[in-house]
């Protein structure tokens, strides 16, 4: 098993932000906004990386989740429709590690828009994989993969060598860039890493993903603000993890003296109605008399179960998850209730 390595990557090009000599390597984030973006950040930071995070200029974008640490960080604009501006961004901030996370990262958006979602999700991969081959070739870059490319699963567990199965446009993009990064590592030698992601979870997540919208739902009925939520298909089942963990392991891949792509999961699945329980249980609560299923939160074509074996995660990185699935659905359920506290008592 290979030991975490302490700090930075040794022998790594001395890129500080100002240009003077120092080993404070340069890392560029895109989706630095996003629930593993900023956990990413924050980790690198504690590992004395100067954090460069890429977010597209719009007047929606919402720095909610990267406040705390923004002025140790800088910001730049850029798209992935846009491959002039990725090129920018890498010459002007010359990046040893290229982490990218942006995408339309919501499965039932992905229906709604499924072309928005295969220009960014797809297509936005191959336009940072040929920026990083026109700027610099020595970059080393992880993928964000997905356990969704697995979809209608033909095994299980589901492993690095698992068929991909994608069951949605946003899955179906997923399958795009990880190939894409494939292709890309084996064609031109890149340092290039997919990490296949299974369902990873936190405070941060948006309220638009069903662990969220449970929590967050659980906190507003106990504190008397509804009565109820409405969720789909309480029967689906997921390999359920905490995003710090899998961060980790992102920055762990782009350590290894060579590419490879990583399953990272807990091993263990649980399902929607799991979910429920533990997290209206949490705070006396029967989920029974507080959930309703609704059709219209049903998938056009569902993924019914999924579960990572993370054996070469384990082996080559040394990687595991320190969270269990009950203390991440009370975590949540805890840190919901805090702000909406707050929220009333300001």
């Given amino acids: 098993m290979v030991a975490e390595p302490e700090g930075p990557r040794v022998g790594l090009p001395n890129r500080s932000?100002?240009?003077?000599?120092?080993?404070?390597?340069?890392?560029?984030?895109?989706?630095?906004?996003?629930?593993?973006?900023?956990?990413?950040a924050e980790l690198?930071?504690?590992?004395?990386?100067?954090?460069?995070?890429?977010?597209?200029?719009?007047?929606?974008?919402?720095?909610?989740?990267?406040?705390h640490f923004a002025d140790k960080i800088t910001l730049v604009a850029a798209d992935l429709l846009d491959e002039s501006s990725l090129i920018r961004v890498l010459r002007d901030h010359q990046p040893s590690e290229v982490y990218n996370l942006?995408?339309?990262?919501?499965?039932?958006?992905?229906?709604?828009?499924?072309?928005?979602?295969?220009?960014?999700?797809?297509?936005?991969?191959?336009?940072?994989?040929?920026?990083?081959?026109?700027?610099?070739?020595?970059?080393?870059?992880?993928?964000?993969?997905?356990?969704?490319?697995?979809?209608?699963?033909?095994?299980?567990?589901?492993?690095?060598h698992t068929p991909f199965y994608p069951r949605s446009p946003y899955g179906v993009a997923k399958v795009y860039g990880h190939w894409a990064t494939v292709n890309y590592r084996e064609s031109y030698q890149l340092h290039a890493s997919s990490g296949i992601?299974?369902?990873?979870?936190?405070?941060?997540?948006?309220?638009?993903?069903?662990?969220?919208?449970?929590?967050?739902?659980?906190?507003?009925?106990?504190?008397?603000?509804?009565?109820?939520?409405?969720?789909?298909?309480?029967?689906?089942?997921?390999?359920w993890g905490y995003a710090p963990d899998y961060v980790r392991a992102m920055w762990l891949m782009l350590q290894q003296p060579g590419p490879a792509d990583y399953v990272i999961a807990t091993g263990e699945t649980h399902s929607v109605r799991e979910f429920c329980e533990i997290a209206f249980g949490h705070v006396g609560l029967d989920w029974e008399r507080h959930v309703r299923v609704e059709d219209r939160y049903f998938r056009p074509a569902e993924v019914d179960l999924l579960i990572g074996d993370a054996t070469r995660a384990h082996e080559v990185l040394g990687w595991k998850p320190e969270v269990s699935f009950e203390d991440l659905v009370r975590m949540m359920v805890d840190a919901d209730l805090a702000m909406l506290e707050n929220v009333s008592e300001s």
Avoid at 17 to 40: E, F, N
Avoid at 108 to 121: D, Y
Avoid at 200 to 218: C, D, M, Q
């Fill in 44 to 67: 690198l930071l504690s590992k004395g990386y100067d954090v460069v995070g890429a977010h597209r200029r719009s007047s929606t974008v919402t720095f909610e989740r990267i406040a």
């Fill in 197 to 239: 992601l299974f369902n990873h979870e936190s405070p941060r997540r948006g309220l638009e993903f069903v662990t969220r919208k449970i929590t967050n739902a659980v906190a507003r009925i106990k504190l008397g603000l509804d009565d109820h939520v409405s969720l789909g298909n309480l029967d689906a089942q997921r390999d």
């Fill in 102 to 160: 942006a995408a339309q990262s919501f499965v039932m958006t992905s229906w709604a828009q499924p072309v928005l979602t295969g220009e960014v999700t797809a297509l936005g991969v191959i336009r940072l994989l040929d920026a990083i081959l026109m700027v610099d070739p020595s970059i080393r870059f992880y993928q964000a993969s997905s356990s969704e490319m697995f979809g209608k699963v033909v095994e299980s567990p589901q492993t690095e």
């Fill in 17 to 40: 932000r100002d240009g003077h000599a120092g080993w404070m390597p340069t890392a560029l984030i895109t989706g630095i906004t996003g629930q593993d973006g900023s956990y990413l």
